[in-house]
């Protein structure tokens, strides 16, 4: 259940990546901090695992060195990815479809529902 609940994460990051251009800190982290209990370090950790390849890898490098994530954190990182490559081309699609001034108020929304959540 917890690859399912992982996959699904990077799904959601992929769609709205692709949808918006945004993916890693504001869907990633936030997910494994809120789903799944990580600290903020495993989180951002973690996050840059499932980047790695475009984005990460130095940055994953250290906070491995630093021992703020471990084999399971590698593990959930490539498990998101799997979700991302996926979710990043159908949020692509969806975005191509719907109207500019549409996918501008849904970004401020889902914006809003992030500096809600993280609020409180």
């Not at 903020?40 to 984005?55: K, R």
């Not at 998101?80 to 479809?97: M, N, P, V």
Request: net charge neutral; proline share 2%; hydrophobic share 60%.
């Amino acid at each position: 259940m917890q690859l399912i609940m992982l996959f699904i994460t990077g799904l959601a990051a992929g769609l709205l990546s692709g949808m918006f251009g945004v993916g890693g800190g504001v869907i990633i982290v936030p997910a494994l901090v809120f789903f799944f209990g990580m600290s903020q370090q495993s989180a951002n950790g973690t996050s840059l695992i499932a980047l790695l390849l475009p984005v990460g890898l130095l940055g994953v490098m250290e906070y491995y060195r630093s021992g703020n994530i471990s084999s399971e954190n590698i593990w959930f990182g490539l498990t998101i990815a799997l979700g991302l490559f996926a979710g990043a081309f159908f949020g692509a699609q969806l975005a191509i479809e719907i109207s500019s001034e549409l996918l501008r108020k849904l970004f401020a929304v889902f914006l809003v529902f992030v500096a809600i959540r993280l609020w409180f």
